[in-house]
Structure formats: C-alpha cells, structure tokens
C-alpha cells in the first residue's frame, strides 16, 4: 500500500506564485516517474509536469517557462514551484508516483487525493 499527500493549494491572484509538494510513503522500494497532472472543470486531465528518478523533466507546452518541478528522491517527495500564475492554470492539481512496490512486488501508477489551485484574475 502506498500512500500520497498533496499539500499547497489555494487561492492566488494573477501573476503570483505556489509551491505544492507531494510526499509518498508506504510499501516502496523504488519510484521511476512523479509528477503532476490537473483537471479544471469540465476538461480532461492534463500532464503538467514529470520527473523520472534520473532528473529529466518534462513539461506541458501551457507551463514552459513558468512551472518547474523537481523531486527529493530520499524523501519519495515531488514539488511544484508554479511562477507567473494565470487564471487558466485554475485546477485541481494530482501528483502522481510510477511506484515499483515491495510486498507484492508489482509496478503500480499510485495518485494524491488532489490539490485545489484557483487563481483570480
């Protein structure tokens, strides 16, 4: 069993900043990919960001420039610093843990409860 928690949500105006983090813990023996995924009303969910245990990072074309994620791979913990915040970017915010897990031994995609980000224009 693995568990994620989200923290860092909330209400921002446009233009400013947010940090969320998301720490994983439970059965784990490794984590490949973390990252962040959204959903705003009525749309589909989207990749936001992604950091496989090496450090390469992958962004949605929407967030280039502005987010930057990283991760604490001693802490099975993922961060998202969110600069520049437009009202757009208004979403429930997952992170998201491509776990490898220790009893069973079984590779599973693991999900956080979900993070409220609006941002007021």
């Known amino acids: 069993q693995v568990q994620l928690v989200e923290s860092g949500g909330g209400l921002v105006q446009a233009g400013g900043s947010l940090r969320l983090s998301c720490a994983a813990s439970?059965?784990?023996?490794?984590?490949?990919?973390m990252g962040w995924y959204r959903q705003a009303p009525g749309k589909q969910r989207e990749l936001v960001a992604s950091i496989t245990s090496g450090g390469s990072t992958n962004y949605a074309d929407s967030v280039k420039g502005r987010f930057t994620g990283s991760r604490d791979s001693a802490k099975n913990t993922v961060y998202l610093q969110m600069n520049s915040l437009k009202p757009e970017d208004t979403a429930v915010y997952y992170c998201y843990a491509h776990v490898l897990t220790r009893s069973p031994l079984r590779v599973l995609d693991y999900w956080g409860q979900g993070t409220q980000v609006t941002v007021s224009s």
């Open positions: 439970g059965s784990i023996l490794s984590i490949n990919a």
